[in-house]
């Protein structure tokens, strides 16, 4: 069995937002259960800085300017959500860096399934600007870096974030390269993803948008992902499989009102990792948020957990919920494979 590749840097610590719920202490809480567990089946390494020429794949050079220039002058507030300090800039270097080299190694095949385990998060980053405590779009970044080397024809990103990540959303909006799909509660944070939303131009129909009511659980949850994510998968045969994964749908988060249990997230790994085996592809998640420091690394470590062990079989079964069957009617005439069965 191949090892699970965990990639952080000590950079994370360093950007400091000032009181806010996106701290330094949710890596620290992390590292610590895992340090509890001794790493089990985790090959641990340090991320590398993005380059310039990778942020600027998906950021406007002046966006990537402001953020090292507000570093360089010891940081300050960007908006109501989003602050930096001096060691934002490089943090978010290594943040969006963890994430290009998370999918480079799975694209080598040098490991199979892994995570880039870094602050700040990124799914709200926009081409030209910071948002919602994130300052580059990691995920974004390292899906552009492997299609634009040729490494990756198509990417899935599937973003489990309570929140809709309109970053990487409007990013990937007219492509067809990136199968975007997101499970997000509604009405919430930003306030864009509805379902109508699906893309625009070559991207139409590549972009999916599961808005969620608040107090959605794992049953829901679960059901998306192995009778909707899954199949439409199939049909689109990405070579990568990245997960924004936040875990502030998690019932205990301070931030949103999800119902979602550690359970519920090793529900939606298992069905991802068994996907990823049967399409011979790399599984790899990017953290975005999670506000409660307990609920945050008791996930993280139980989804790694199933990261480390083999693909579920074909014994494993996850009940269609009618919320899934609902989203296939409404998908069916784009996607065959969910008219199906
Ligand atoms: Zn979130």
Same mark, same amino acid.
């Given at each position: 069995?191949?090892?699970?590749?965990?990639?952080?840097?000590?950079?994370?610590?360093?950007?400091?937002?000032?009181?806010?719920?996106?701290?330094?202490?949710?890596?620290?809480?992390?590292?610590?259960?895992?340090?509890?567990?001794?790493?089990?089946?985790?090959?641990?390494?340090?991320?590398?800085?993005?380059?310039?020429?990778?942020?600027?794949?998906?950021?406007?050079?002046?966006?990537?300017?402001?953020?090292?220039?507000?570093?360089?002058?010891?940081?300050?507030?960007?908006?109501?959500?989003?602050?930096?300090?001096?060691?934002?800039?490089?943090?978010?270097?290594?943040?969006? $860096?963890?994430?290009?080299?998370?999918?480079?190694?799975?694209?080598?095949?040098?490991?199979?399934?892994?995570?880039?385990?870094?602050?700040?998060?990124?799914?709200?980053?926009? #081409?030209?600007?910071?948002? $919602?405590?994130?300052?580059? @779009? @990691?995920?974004?970044?390292?899906?552009?870096?492997?299609?634009?080397?040729? #490494?990756?024809?198509?990417?899935?990103?599937?973003?489990?974030?309570?929140?809709?990540?309109?970053?990487? @959303?409007?990013?990937?909006?007219?492509?067809?390269?990136?199968?975007?799909?997101?499970?997000?509660?509604?009405?919430?944070?930003?306030?864009?993803?509805?379902?109508?939303?699906?893309?625009?131009?070559?991207?139409?129909?590549?972009?999916? @948008?599961?808005?969620?009511?608040?107090?959605?659980?794992?049953?829901?949850?679960?059901?998306?992902?192995?009778?909707?994510?899954?199949?439409?998968?199939?049909?689109?045969?990405?070579?990568?499989?990245?997960?924004?994964?936040?875990?502030?749908?998690?019932?205990?988060?301070?931030? #949103?009102?999800?119902?979602?249990?550690?359970?519920?997230?090793?529900?939606?790994?298992?069905?991802?990792?068994?996907?990823? #085996?049967?399409?011979?592809?790399?599984?790899?998640?990017?953290?975005?948020?999670?506000?409660?420091? $307990?609920?945050?690394?008791?996930?993280?470590?139980?989804?790694?957990?199933?990261?480390?062990?083999?693909?579920?079989?074909? $014994?494993?079964?996850?009940?269609?919920?009618?919320?899934?069957?609902?989203?296939?009617?409404?998908?069916?005439?784009?996607?065959?494979?969910?008219?199906?069965?």
């Amino acid at each position: 069995m191949s090892q699970v590749l965990y990639l952080g840097h000590p950079s994370s610590l360093e950007h400091d937002p000032g009181p806010h719920p996106e701290r330094p202490a949710r890596i620290t809480a992390i590292e610590r259960e895992l340090d509890r567990e001794g790493w089990p089946g985790l090959d641990r390494e340090d991320s590398s800085a993005a380059s310039r020429a990778q942020l600027e794949a998906v950021h406007r050079a002046a966006h990537v300017d402001s953020i090292e220039r507000l570093s360089a002058q010891g940081g300050g507030t960007i908006d109501a959500d989003t602050a930096t300090s001096a060691g934002s800039y490089r943090a978010a270097l290594h943040a969006a $860096g963890g994430a290009v080299e998370l999918a480079a190694r799975l694209l080598s095949g040098e490991h199979e399934r892994g995570i880039s385990a870094h602050r700040p998060p990124g799914h709200h980053a926009e #081409a030209g600007a910071a948002m $919602g405590f994130c300052l580059f @779009n @990691n995920v974004a970044v390292a899906a552009r870096d492997a299609l634009d080397r040729g #490494a990756a024809e198509r990417v899935l990103i599937l973003d489990w974030d309570i929140h809709h990540g309109n970053g990487t @959303n409007d990013i990937f909006h007219d492509s067809d390269q990136v199968l975007y799909v997101s499970i997000h509660g509604w009405p919430l944070y930003p306030g864009s993803g509805p379902f109508e939303d699906r893309g625009a131009g070559p991207g139409e129909g590549y972009t999916i @948008n599961l808005p969620v009511a608040h107090g959605t659980g794992d049953d829901v949850y679960a059901s998306l992902v192995e009778h909707v994510v899954v199949p439409v998968a199939r049909e689109y045969r990405p070579d990568l499989i990245l997960v924004s994964a936040g875990f502030d749908a998690h019932r205990a988060d301070p931030l #949103a009102a999800g119902a979602v249990t550690e359970m519920g997230f090793v529900a939606m790994t298992r069905s991802l990792h068994r996907l990823a #085996a049967e399409l011979g592809v790399g599984l790899g998640l990017v953290l975005e948020g999670g506000y409660d420091l $307990g609920a945050l690394a008791a996930s993280v470590a139980v989804v790694l957990r199933e990261l480390v062990k083999p693909p579920p079989d074909s $014994g494993w079964e996850v009940a269609r919920h009618p919320a899934a069957s609902a989203v296939r009617g409404r998908l069916a005439e784009r996607w065959s494979a969910l008219a199906r069965s």
